[in-house]
């Protein structure tokens, strides 16, 4: 019995010891950390480091732009307080570029863009504070394993792009605002507990789902609201064929419509994209839950479905990787 516990009280000490960063830097805009800007950083954590490597951000409000490029991986970002460590940006579809003279679009028009495996943020808020001006993304995901927690994601169009078909993303205890298709993306994308708020009548998700993968985005104890006139919103459209896109347990106010999903018509290069598109609900609730008139085209899923929806199933892959 000896023997055994000292095993196990060494595996303890090994797994503690792995858990560690390797590397704590501290962001602070006052000078008092080791940087005064995110970006930098993250410039000075070595490319495929050993281990993770952790950033503190200290309350502020960072004005910029900030890249995790594929080259890093293993980063953890953790902000002081959510509602006073921020970082914004006011890029939008359009808008020049001062050093290029070309016009950004979509997909560069982020505030934070991570492109490195293996990230994990929290207690942070993420704001594109361009609005009605175009597309413009506050946080552009394309890495695998990515989690945030107890953060803020600010914008109006198109304010999180859970991007390609390759990664798996993980948000709890988060606030996500924005007016048209402000989810929207190609990625497996659980959100637990979160706070989606509609600041127009439009439509909440656009998922782009690859016809191969079971899942898209999936939505489990969440909180629809909208602000304060806004009575005519969509649950999603399809940007692709093959969207899909579950609520589980989810309370939804009364700005949701009865139909609850549409199926984005007039696309000449994608038409009739509601014969392919997965869209389901179970036991959504509030006023706006209305599956007795919910798009024909929709399913409800029955107590049997909803075990595909653990995280284990979503998730799997050969890594077995559970956020």
């Known amino acids: ?24 830097i501290i962001v602070a805009k006052d000078g008092s950390g080791d940087f005064t800007t995110v970006q930098n950083a993250i410039n000075s954590i070595r490319d495929l480091g050993p281990a993770e490597a952790l950033i503190k951000v200290k309350s502020g409000i960072y004005n910029e732009k900030v890249v995790i490029p594929s080259s890093k991986h293993l980063i953890r970002i953790e ?31 982020y505030t934070f863009l991570v492109a490195g495996d293996n990230i994990k943020i929290s207690n942070l808020t993420i704001k594109n504070s361009s609005c009605n001006q175009g597309q413009a993304v506050a946080l552009h995901v394309e890495g695998d394993r990515f989690m945030m927690k107890n953060s803020k994601i600010l914008g109006c169009q198109d304010t999180l792009y859970a991007a390609t078909d390759h990664s798996r993303q993980y948000y709890e205890n988060c606030y996500i605002e ?6 929207f993306g190609q990625a497996i994308a659980v959100f637990k507990n979160c706070e989606i708020k509609s600041l127009s009548n439009s439509y909440i ?40 896109t579950v609520f589980i347990n989810t309370r939804m106010e009364n700005h949701i419509l009865p139909e609850g999903w549409n199926p984005w018509k007039g696309d ?24 007795g008139k919910r798009a024909e085209w929709s399913h409800q899923l029955s107590r ?20």
């Open 79 to 109: 902000g002081e307080n959510k509602d006073c460590t921020i970082i914004n940006n006011d890029d939008f579809s359009g808008k020049q570029n001062p050093l290029t003279k070309e016009k950004l679009n979509t997909f560069n028009s």
């Open 268 to 291: 000449k290069m994608f038409p009739d994209k509601e014969k392919t598109a997965y869209y389901a609900e179970f036991k959504s609730l509030g006023i706006g839950a209305n599956p």
């Open 1 to 24: 019995m000896k023997k055994l516990l000292s095993f196990l009280s060494l595996c303890l000490v090994i797994l503690n010891f792995a858990q560690s960063p390797y590397i704590t």
């Open 178 to 183: 924005g007016t048209t298709d402000f989810i």
């Open 205 to 244: 998700t656009a998922a782009a789902t690859s016809k191969d993968s079971q899942f898209g985005f999936v939505f489990t104890d969440c909180h629809l609201t909208a602000k304060e006139g806004v009575s005519k919103v969509y649950l999603g459209r399809p940007w692709r064929p093959f969207a899909k």
């Open 304 to 323: 049997k479905e909803l075990k595909n929806y653990s995280l284990e199933k979503i998730f799997k892959k050969s890594d077995n990787w559970i956020p």
